[in-house]
T-cell receptor
Framework: GENVEQHPSTLSVQEGDSAVIKCTYS??????FPWYKQELGKGPQLIID?????GEKKDQRIAVTLNKTAKHFSLHITETQPEDSAVYFC???????????????FGQGTTLQVKP | GAGVSQSPRYKVAKRGQDVALRCDPI?????LFWYQQALGQGPEFLTY????????KSGLPSDRFFAERPEGSVSTLKIQRTQQEDSAVYLC?????????????FGNGTRLTVT
């Protein structure tokens, strides 16, 4: 089955710097890769996602890149702010052929700390 | 608008007790998911409903876990004879369309502690 590895587990940056989180997946048929931000005591919130038919997607300070050949995808946050501090999770969904049931496989999470 | 609502927010159960966790999805959302999140880990899939049909329950860890969504709206996750290893945050999510054709919206979860 699908396996998602996420690195680093913790990341500390100065305000204004960029942050990059990387994930690798095992199932070459995976076709959907969302990123979630989880603040303490709250559920994960979708911040950006990418499907396998594109290589990059941007939304203001956030971008995601996908390398299908290498089976990895990355989250890039530019001009980081203290409110970006949270746990970030990548995820992938294996493709079941005739359809899928929405079973997301999550990475282990990255705790991002943005120092003022 | 209202998001996904879960209750109770916290639940403490003695080992061996049964618990029931409730999820109110966003109105009109077809898909409903339950995930289990252990401390310091990513969420792990438990089960998926499309309307009232439970299409995937492959993630339920044992036959002590049971989920239902009888009218295609509110869902309940029931855990019988709770064990310490059941301690986790149980997250519910809903989405407008079947499968993952639309974004998942998560609730804030129910933190279950089994003593």
């Amino acid at each position: 089955g699908e396996n998602v590895e996420q690195h680093p587990s913790t990341l500390s940056v100065q305000e204004g710097d960029s942050a990059v989180i990387k994930c690798t997946y095992s199932d070459s048929a995976s076709n959907y890769f969302p990123w979630y931000k989880q603040e303490l005591g709250k559920g994960p919130q979708l911040i950006i996602d990418i499907r396998s038919n594109v290589g990059e997607k941007k939304d203001q300070r956030i971008a995601v890149t996908l390398n299908k050949t290498a089976k990895h995808f990355s989250l890039h946050i530019t001009e980081t702010q203290p409110e970006d501090s949270a746990v970030y999770f990548c995820a992938a969904i294996p493709f079941y052929g005739s359809g899928n049931t929405g079973k997301l496989i999550f990475g282990q999470g990255t705790t991002l700390q943005v120092k003022p | 608008g209202a998001g996904v609502s879960q209750s109770p927010r916290y639940k403490v159960a003695k080992r061996g007790q049964d618990v029931a966790l409730r999820c109110d999805p966003i109105s009109g959302h077809v898909s409903l998911f339950w995930y289990q999140q252990a401390l310091g880990q990513g969420p792990e899939f438990l089960t998926y409903f499309q309307n009232e049909a439970q299409l995937d329950k492959s993630g339920l860890p044992s036959d002590r876990f049971f989920a239902e969504r009888p009218e295609g709206s509110v869902s309940t996750l029931k855990i019988q004879r709770t064990q310490q290893e059941d301690s986790a945050v149980y997250l519910c999510a809903s989405s407008l369309e079947p499968g993952l054709n639309s974004p998942l919206h998560f609730g804030n979860g129910t933190r279950l502690t089994v003593t």
